[in-house]
Structure formats: structure tokens, C-alpha cells
């Protein structure tokens, strides 16, 4: 992987402000677009210290330039193989991040009980600055490459078992562990209904879909190492921030948030690590269509 020269950081950095500017304003600075967290999380745990001490906005903007920051890092390991003109890449990388935190928005819908119109709120107030930061992103180190990547065999197969691999494994750990982590236990996103469990397999597909995407753009040759690559850092890094930010709002609750996390990461990692098995085994699937 090519180290980042001084140029890239700066241009970065300039990226990461300007999208801050106009991300932060709209979050910590209009009541009415803020954050609220779920009145069943409010009832049930102790606020954080963050909270308690009143520098939960000074927090939040921490977190926001957390969030950027981690996408240029991220952008720029992936989009060196991965085709297109730099501004595109980084605004399909930022949006597609974006929607992996509107997931996680409808989460709050489907297992905290939130409105449906709140979350829609959060999803366009957080999904349209990501997109505009990773196209900033993408014009400030991003470049163009033409030639095309080979295509992943079989993308239908690849998508169907990151899906399944995420809900599988997020399902089966989280009604192990639901008993253990005691009152937030709610923040583990354990499905009982079919709204829960079809949203966790849409954002499986989501997910898939991604990996198809972006399968070629890190530098790795094998195929555990991009299955690893992808599940852990470029999706498991943004699904693990998005939950971190309960620890803003709430106290002791950062083991749980970091699980739903983490366990997320392994399930794609699985279904990955399948397909690119699959893939390298049996010639029929290795064959691309």
C-alpha cells in the first residue's frame, strides 16, 4: 500500500473541515435535527458522562470528525484498483457508508421503538453529508483509474453469503449473549419479529452488494486477506462507529455496542471467506458471469 504523501494529508484534512463545517452545523447547532435517543434506552440506563458534565455537542463533533476521518483512511486503501474517476469513487464509497448508518438508523425503528419519521430525519441529516464527504475526499486524494478490474464470479452468490453470513451470526450470538449484558441488552438488535429479521437481511444483501463492489479495490492478492479487509475494516469499522455513538449518550455501555459490532464484522467475514473458498475450489463458480 503506498504511504500517504504530505500533499494527500493536507487535502485530506481540508476535505475532512469543510465537510465538518457544514455536518456539524447541522447536527449540534439546529435543536430540532439533533440526536434523540430512544425513550425505551432513556427509561432503562444511566446517562454517560459526557452527558451529565454538558459536553455531549463538544463529544458529538469528536465523533463526526472521527467518522470522516476513518473513511479517507479507508477510501484511500481501497480505491487504487478500484476503477472510475477519483470525485465518483469517493462519493459511491461515502454514500454506500452512508447507507450501511441507515441501517443502522432503522434499527432504532425496528428494535428501540422510535418513529419511523425520526429516523428518516437522521438517515438524510447524517447519509447526505457522508456522500458529499467522500466525493470531497475522493477530489482531494482520489484518482482516476481506467482500466477495468476482472468482476467477481457469480455476484449473486457472493451478496446471498455475506447475507446470510451477517444474519446468521449476528442472530445467533446476540440471543446467546442477550442475557448477559443485562439492561442494554436492547442495543445487542436481537430479532423477534419478521419487520427485525427482514431488515437485518436487506442489510445483509447491502452489505453483499458492497463487497461485490469493492471486492477488487484492497491490496491484497488472496482472498481471505480482502474478505478480512472488507468485513472487518471497510464495513466493520463503520457499523462498530455508528453503535459507539450510544457511548455519548449512555454510561457502560461501550462492551455492548463494541460486540454488535465486531460480531457483525465476523459474519460478513464469514460469508466472505466462503465465497472466495468457493470461488477458488470449484471451477463453475470460478468462471465469471
Do not use: C
Not at 462519493?91 to 419519521?117: I, M, N
Not at 455475506?162 to 444474519?167: D, H, K, N, R, S
Not at 453503535?243 to 466472505?272: D, K, N, P, Q, S
Amino acid at each position: 500500500m503506498e504511504e500517504p504523501r504530505e500533499g494527500d494529508v493536507i487535502r485530506a484534512a481540508g476535505a475532512i473541515v469543510l465537510t465538518l463545517a457544514g455536518w456539524g452545523l447541522i447536527r449540534l447547532v439546529f435543536p430540532t435535527l439533533d440526536y434523540f435517543p430512544p425513550e425505551s434506552l432513556t427509561r432503562i440506563l444511566e446517562r454517560s458522562w459526557f452527558v451529565t458534565t454538558g459536553i455531549r455537542k463538544l463529544a458529538g463533533l469528536g465523533y463526526l470528525t472521527g467518522a470522516l476521518v476513518l473513511m479517507a483512511v479507508f477510501f484511500r486503501a481501497v480505491q487504487g484498483r478500484w476503477p472510475g474517476r477519483g470525485p465518483a469513487k469517493g462519493f459511491a464509497y461515502g454514500t454506500s457508508l452512508g447507507v450501511v448508518w441507515s441501517f443502522g438508523f432503522l434499527t432504532g425503528w425496528a428494535f428501540l421503538g422510535t418513529t419511523l419519521r425520526a429516523e428518516l430525519v437522521n438517515i438524510v441529516v447524517d447519509l447526505v453529508p457522508l456522500a458529499v464527504g467522500g466525493w470531497l475526499i475522493g477530489l482531494a486524494v482520489g484518482y482516476d483509474e481506467p482500466k477495468s478490474a476482472p468482476g467477481a464470479s457469480k455476484p449473486w452468490l457472493a451478496v446471498l453469503l455475506v447475507a446470510f453470513g451477517f444474519l446468521a451470526v449476528h442472530t445467533l450470538v446476540v440471543k446467546l449473549v442477550a442475557d448477559l449484558v443485562g439492561a442494554a441488552s436492547p442495543l445487542l438488535l436481537v430479532p423477534t419479529t419478521f419487520l427485525q429479521i427482514a431488515l437485518l437481511a436487506g442489510f445483509g444483501l447491502w452489505i453483499g452488494g458492497m463487497y461485490v463492489v469493492l471486492r477488487a479495490g484492497p491490496p491484497f492478492e488472496s482472498g481471505w486477506a480482502r474478505a478480512a479487509f472488507f468485513a472487518f475494516g471497510v464495513f466493520g469499522h463503520s457499523w462498530t462507529w455508528f453503535h459507539l455513538f450510544f457511548v455519548i449518550e449512555f454510561a457502560h455501555v461501550l462492551h455492548t455496542v463494541l460486540l454488535v459490532g465486531v460480531v457483525g464484522a465476523v459474519g460478513v467475514f464469514i460469508g466472505a471467506l466462503a465465497y472466495e473458498w468457493l470461488v477458488s475450489t470449484i471451477p463453475s463458480i470460478s468462471t465469471t458471469s
